[in-house]
């Protein structure tokens, strides 16, 4: 795997001083390993920049000390909250101090003050959580809401979708504790008394350009760029609070902060108007503020298009068009709502629209918009686009035309984008295919010529080159297309004021550094030779397959109330190397040249895959489709082909052809490994951990039971191949019996493929993928003339199955792959297609479902959800993951992070579970859990409905 030249930044020899100094001040997390380096290299924008060392503080005198230490060593800071800045504006290559792990606390809410105290690191979710009860929120809410922290927002001034409504940051920021870079710690809020010091020298700086400072800055709503100075106006009560807000930790390091709330609407309703395209979109919004909505959000039809190609995916109807509007309303009632909704739609003058007042359906919505960032992180063609111009903003009024010459600018670039964004306030997002790596320079000259020409666009609309973003490494170095040089100047001196030696952030806002150093992708290198995997959506190309991952985040979200899984394993630690996103990390630096992370077999790499659960939940919960489970795959493959495996793959790794040697003798098996000492032994030559129970094998296979006895089918009727895996062949032969009852009764000749038809699922997961490749390979010849022919090929296992869908077509692909993976089907799927059938009434059952993460991700469970509601159950569908994960849950050193992750939602739903409850678990691996760490036993679909039959 070689790579270009480069220069990284890179640690230098002080590296481990620094780090062994931050520790001797008393800092009690601090780390300096090549994992750390690895993990906080990136933050959700274009760039990569190696810091020496990262701190976790717990408090926040250990901020303080952290900066005291640097600013001994004359060490550059740089603080850090979710990492979601898409700017560049958490990176820095001396420490970093992550407050995301330990601050991140709501102190107190007061509502009679409308106030709440909290530590910088707190999510944003938490805040409204804490605020919620007392029919209060934060008003701003970045699409980033379930995992950016409030200090990341003070720092760039974050705005969100709400802000039209409720204002930006620095409109709901009431007072901060903050540390400047000169070792000062303040309270700052508005009308704070300048007596001596820092505030003195800010307060007689700003009287001398006042004139500057009031013809230059506060224009519209929307102008972040550069350090917001109007608040420090006399009329405006020399608000040092707000003027921090959006000074991207340039200035200080936000301690604490007490923000303002707002009383929340008790209804929201929206309202989605379709235009012939964004830009008529845009045309038509101002016409629409004057009733008062709180989000006015522009959509564009290519996002949603990106949505529908995702496998798995729902996506809720629209209107007609091709840019959508997202207009909310508030209310005290739902007859308000709509009254509302009425008067917005006289004005609208759109093509169609849509009227939602039901939270769920305008949840669905939201989430397109939430996850636009990721959407649009791929044009229509598949090509990888990025971030860098992002989120310019122009006065409302003047959005339309901003639009299309901004179309025009990028075809006369070359360059494909996706717009969306903020129309209410004039802000517009982007993704742009720009044509990094190509050209001697990796194209950063092609980059920067358009983000330059891009600027001088804003500026002549006289808008702001970041509307919510910050300026961060994208936009710093482009300032003087916008600002005057008496600007300019007046930034340099507010900086020398609090921070003189250039240590907080350096490179940003002031002196900084130029827009395409450090591009992570200017110097990624192609990964293409020697692979396993296909990489059919990367073009054959690993390392665009890792760079996918954009950095947004959305791993570090507690998804689960939504059904999602993605990521289970960082719930149970809160560690980040446990998120999809920092695994990606870990593996972008493995192929990138000069870092700390060496090849597939280091350390770095092993240590960020071993909490990966291979669950695919990143597959269709990551806007960007980053594949994890198929990275792991590659890197276990690659790191171990040819040389000696741990235990485990050899044993859990071979479990189907082992369970075929103990089908000659399954009692006597089953007592061998019954039995103390067996069991022990067993389990650790199997690399297993001894809390953990071994499956029974059944006294006899499915298979046996099936050429022994049989099932009947109607006469006529269509034919379908019951795929039958070696887990359910093994280990539960009564699933496939139920599932022929199910599909006889349902008028099916039911057909069981030949004996030697595994998926290889267990070599895949442990990366033996020639094995796997060889194995699959077979089954899929196996199937092809069924396929061929029109026979539906149902699945009993989710994961087996989903290995039909995906893993065939990127280890086997080809014609036949291609088929096989067209006429697999899980049971729901087929039973949902069949003409005539309607399920067995399961009215008066309450179900607990736990859905198989493959099942999930890969097949979808929408067609299970509906044949449940169509028979009558009362459903309540569990999201994440149950924590097994076939091999994985039962290794050794996984069982206490595979019992957290159960915790997370499925022990606690079956703890107080009714006794005629069903708790519905059509994976192996989630019955298999359910019997060990609980007295419930888990049922497949197919026998919920097979018991029913008459």
């Known amino acids: 795997m070689s790579a270009p030249a480069a220069n990284p930044t890179t640690r230098t020899d002080d590296g481990r001083a620094v780090a062994e100094e931050l520790r001797r001040a008393g800092i009690g997390d601090v780390d300096d390993s090549g994992l750390a380096r690895a993990l906080y290299s990136s933050d959700a924008s274009l760039y990569r920049v190696l810091p020496r060392a990262v701190v976790r503080p717990r408090d926040p005198d250990e901020i303080v000390a952290a900066l005291e230490v640097c600013r001994s060593l004359g060490v550059p800071l740089t603080p850090r909250g979710a990492g979601t800045s898409i700017a560049g504006n958490a990176v820095g290559p001396g420490v970093v101090l992550d407050t995301s792990r330990y601050l991140n606390r709501v102190r107190a809410v007061d509502p009679g003050a ?133 000074s991207e930790g340039t200035l200080a390091v936000v301690l604490g902060a007490t923000v303002r709330l707002v009383a929340d609407a008790p209804v929201r309703g929206l309202v989605v108007l379709g235009y012939p395209s964004m830009a008529d979109a845009a045309d038509a919004t101002p016409g629409l503020l004057p009733h008062e909505p709180t989000a006015v959000e522009g959509l564009d039809q290519r996002i949603v298009q990106r949505l529908r190609d995702v496998p798995a995916a729902t996506v809720p109807d629209l209107p007609r068009g091709d840019g959508w509007l997202i207009v909310e309303l508030t209310g005290d009632t739902v007859a308000e709502v709509q009254d509302k ?128 973003h910050g300026d961060g490494r994208a936009r710093s170095a482009l300032l003087p297309l916008m600002y005057s040089p008496a600007a300019l100047s007046l930034f340099e001196r507010v900086k020398a004021v609090f921070d003189p030696d250039d240590l907080l952030n350096p490179g940003v806002l002031v002196r900084p550094v130029p827009v395409e150093d450090d591009v992570r992708m200017a110097v990624a290198p192609r990964v293409r030779e020697n692979l396993a995997l296909a990489y059919r959506h990367d073009g054959g190309d690993f390392s665009a397959a890792v760079h996918r991952c954009t950095g947004v985040g959305k791993c570090r979200a507690d998804l689960q109330s939504t059904g999602a899984v993605m990521c289970p394993s960082w719930p149970a630690t809160r560690e980040e190397k446990d998120t999809t996103r920092g695994r990606a990390r870990v593996l972008q630096e493995m192929v990138a040249p000069g870092g700390p992370v060496k090849d597939w077999r280091a350390p770095e790499v092993h240590e960020a895959l071993d909490l990966c659960l291979s669950c695919k939940g990143c597959s269709s919960d990551c806007p960007t489709g980053v594949d994890m489970a198929s990275y792991k795959a590659e890197v276990l493959h690659q790191s171990y082909r040819r040389r000696l495996r741990p235990r485990a793959h050899y044993t859990l790794g071979w479990l189907p052809r082992w369970a075929d040697l103990a089908a000659r003798a399954p009692r006597l098996v089953n007592g061998v490994l019954g039995s103390t000492l067996g069991g022990r032994l067993a389990k650790w030559g199997a690399g297993m951990d001894q809390r953990r129970e071994v499956p029974a094998f059944a006294p006899r296979t499915f298979r046996r039971q099936w050429a022994a006895e049989g099932l009947p089918g109607p006469d006529g009727g269509p034919r379908v191949a019951l795929w039958v895996d070696s ?64 026979v539906p090929v149902v699945g009993i296992e989710p994961s087996c199955t989903a290995v039909l869908r995906s893993e065939a077509l990127e280890l086997v692909g080809g014609p036949e792959a291609e088929q096989v993976a067209a006429a697999t089907r899980t049971l729901a799927e087929l039973l949902r297609d069949t003409p005539g059938w309607t399920p067995p009434s399961l009215a008066g059952v309450e179900v607990v479902a736990q859905p198989h993460c493959h099942h999930t991700s890969v097949l979808g469970w929408a067609a299970d959800a509906r044949l449940l509601q169509q028979a009558g159950a009362t459903v309540t569908r569990l999201g994440g993951c149950c924590g097994l994960a076939g091999n994985w849950g039962v290794e050794k050193g996984h069982h206490d992070v595979s019992v957290a992750i159960a915790e997370q939602q499925l022990l606690p739903a079956v703890r107080d579970l009714a006794p005629d409850a069903v708790v519905l678990a059509d994976g192996f691996s989630c019955r298999t859990q359910l019997d060990q760490l609980t007295d419930r036993r888990g049922r497949h679909l197919a026998e919920l409905l097979a018991d029913r039959l008459g």
């Open 114 to 246: 409308r106030t709440a105290t909290v530590d910088p690191g707190v999510v944003q979710a938490a805040l409204q959580t804490a605020a919620r009860p007392h029919g209060l929120r934060f008003g701003p809410d970045p699409s980033t809401h379930n995992r950016c922290t409030v200090g990341g927002m003070i720092g760039n001034n974050a705005c969100g979708s709400r802000a039209l409504g409720y204002g930006r940051t620095s409109d709901n920021v009431v007072a901060l504790d903050v540390v400047t870079g000169t070792g000062a710690r303040l309270t700052v809020g508005p009308g704070t008394t300048p007596r001596d010091g820092v505030l003195a020298d800010l307060h007689r700086l700003v009287g001398a350009e006042l004139a500057t400072i009031r013809t230059e800055f506060g224009r519209f709503g929307r102008q972040v760029s550069g350090y917001s100075l109007e608040h420090l106006l006399p009329e405006r009560g020399f608000d040092v609070a707000r003027a921090l807000v959006g």
């Open 341 to 468: 909704a009425r008067g917005v739609l006289a004005d609208a003058g759109a093509l169609d629209s849509l009227v939602v007042t039901d939270p769920a359906e305008a949840a669905a919505i939201w989430r397109i918009r939430e996850d636009g960032a990721g959407l649009a992180a791929r044009t229509s063609d598949g090509r990888p686009a990025h971030a860098g111009w992002e989120d310019a903003a122009v006065p409302v009024e003047r959005l339309g035309d901003y639009l299309r010459g901004f179309e025009a600018l990028l075809d006369g670039h070359g360059l494909q984008g996706v717009p969306y964004g903020h129309f209410g306030d004039g802000c517009v997002h982007v993704r742009i295919d720009f044509p990094f790596g190509a050209g001697d320079d990796g194209g950063r000259s092609a980059y920067r010529a358009f983000v330059e020409d891009a600027a001088r666009l804003v500026a002549g609309y006289g808008g702001s080159l970041s509307g919510e």
């Open 727 to 790: 887990f359910t062949d093994h280990f539960a032969p009564e699933v496939a019996v139920a599932t022929a009852r199910v599909l006889t009764a349902a008028g099916y000749r039911v057909e069981v493929p030949g004996a030697d038809t595994c998926c290889g699922l267990t070599w895949i997961t442990t990366g033996q993928l020639d094995a796997g490749k060889r194995i699959l390979g077979h089954t899929v010849r196996a199937l092809a003339p069924l396929a061929a022919a029109g």
